[in-house]
């Protein structure tokens, strides 16, 4: 009995584990776009890598930093009130929009940010409030808590749209020591990540699978 209940418990895990999933609509890493400019650069190992483009109107001096974990960045100095990263990437065919990215700046960088999205790919709309920054720098080994999360499930707008878009936004002239935004502060950005919630497989036939296994293992295990 024992056997058969581990069975088909496992079954039954194998089946909730197999039948959703996650997917990836443009991924910036920024390893081999390797930022030398204020873009555009391609996104990396996704479904729309090829149309998917980052930028920044910052007006600063482009470099590229060990990233969060990584060797690269995108990152610029000169900041100043209202500018910003953005990322463009159409979410034809994806539902359920998240995104994730992580940042940092300089001492004399700014301090304050706010999240942005847009459904037509000219205005922007605030997400959010207006946030405080990480104030812990990147390096070659990944930290979590440089790593904000944007639920954007809510925003039916972002659903199936070939014109989405964010940005991360530079909000107020206030840098990370409390003095004005120098003009050699930095801020720069890794592994900005725009993927879909998990949803169920787009398949019957995987769940009637399922189902059969158990029921058979069940039927089995009654005429023994």
């Not at 959703?20 to 996704?46: K, L, Q």
Request: aromatic share 10%.
């Amino acid at each position: 009995m024992k056997n058969y209940a581990s069975a088909l418990l496992f079954v039954s895990i194998l089946c909730v584990s197999v039948s959703v999933r996650a997917d990836i609509v443009a991924n910036w890493t920024f390893e081999t776009s390797v930022p030398t400019t204020s873009g555009p650069h391609a996104a990396e190992f996704s479904a729309n890598a090829g149309s998917s483009f980052a930028s920044t109107n910052s007006g600063g001096t482009i470099s590229n930093p060990a990233g969060n974990g990584s060797n690269e960045s995108f990152s610029s100095n000169g900041w100043a009130d209202t500018e910003y990263y953005q990322f463009l990437t159409a979410t034809t065919g994806f539902n359920g929009i998240l995104v994730s990215y992580a940042q940092a700046a300089s001492s004399t960088g700014p301090a304050n940010f706010q999240f942005q999205y847009t459904t037509d790919g000219l205005a922007y709309t605030n997400f959010g409030s207006v946030y405080a920054g990480p104030t812990s720098d990147f390096t070659t080994t990944a930290n979590p808590l440089n790593v904000l999360n944007y639920d954007l499930t809510s925003i039916s707008g972002l659903n199936n749209n070939p014109n989405a878009g964010f940005r991360i936004a530079v909000s107020g002239n206030t840098a990370e020591n409390g003095s004005p935004i120098g003009s050699t502060g930095s801020f720069r950005v890794d592994d900005f990540l725009v993927q879909t919630s998990a949803v169920p497989e787009p398949t019957s036939l995987l769940l009637l699978s399922c189902s059969v296994v158990a029921i058979t293992m069940a039927s089995r295990r009654k005429r023994n």
